[in-house]
T-cell receptor, first 115, second 114 residues
Framework: AQSVTQLGSHVSVSEGALVLLRCNYS??????LFWYVQYPNQGLQLLLK??????LVKGINGFEAEFKKSETSFHLTKPSAHMSDAAEYFC?????????????FGAGTRLAVHP | EAGVTQFPSHSVIEKGQTVTLRCDPI?????LYWYRRVMGKEIKFLLH????????ESGMPNNRFLAERTGGTYSTLKVQPAELEDSGVYFC????????????FGPGTRLTVL
């Protein structure tokens, strides 16, 4: 069975500091991995996805994530945090590339950015 | 292009009442999913439609939940009768059959059962 663990329900960083949000997955087959972000009063927005191509994936808003099979990790990073990055971030895994399959989410990490 | 829309944005009902949530997917998206997030826990899959057919309803909690997708367009999720543990945020998502699981999410409906 597939599962996702996000370490740290809350992360706080200073503006300009490195953002690191951790995600570990469990999957019996090569997974497809995603990071979504939810800003207040909005739906989930896709930040980036890994679909077995390049292991370093670049997303929107300066975020990137690296797929490490040996560590079963897909951590999200951004070199310099902006105040506008304050939101909740969700890591998710999906099995199939068939164009349709359910997403299995982690519990989410709420990122706070302070001046 | 309009995104996924959900109605209502909030609903507060008494235990035992009925509530119907609606989701309008992005035009042309054959896949439609319902998810739920309860009290700050993880977002959990409820069910998946391909057009008007239920592809996977393994996440539906019990028979008090009924989902429909008439004509393969919008979908409704009815809870009858509602219980306290049904409170949470219900998300709808849609995608093309041909995309790599890129699901587009609506803003969610926050349901509170008192």
């Amino acid at each position: 069975a597939q599962s996702v663990t996000q370490l740290g329900s809350h992360v706080s960083v200073s503006e300009g500091a490195l953002v690191l949000l951790r995600c570990n997955y469990s999957s019996s087959v090569p997974p497809y991995l995603f990071w979504y972000v939810q800003y207040p009063n909005q739906g989930l927005q896709l930040l980036l996805k890994y679909t077995s191509a390049a292991t370093l994936v670049k997303g929107i808003n300066g975020f990137e994530a690296e797929f490490k099979k040996s560590e079963t990790s897909f951590h999200l990073t951004k070199p310099s945090a902006h105040m506008s990055d304050a939101a909740e971030y969700f890591c998710a895994v999906s099995l199939s590339s068939g164009g349709y399959n359910k997403l299995i989410f982690g519990a989410g990490t709420r990122l706070a950015v302070h001046p | 292009e309009a995104g996924v829309t959900q109605f209502p944005s909030h609903s507060v009902i008494e235990k035992g009442q009925t509530v119907t949530l609606r989701c309008d997917p992005i035009s042309g998206h054959d896949n439609l999913y319902w998810y739920r997030r309860v009290m700050g826990k993880e977002i959990k899959f409820l069910l998946h439609f391909v057009k008007e057919s239920k592809q996977d309803e393994s996440g539906m909690p019990n028979n008090r939940f009924l989902a429909e997708r008439t004509g393969g367009t919008y979908s409704t999720l009815k809870v009858q009768p509602a219980e306290l543990e049904d409170s949470g945020v219900y998300f709808c998502a849609s995608s093309h059959l041909s995309t790599y699981n890129e699901q587009f999410f609506g803003p969610g409906t926050r349901l509170t059962v008192l």
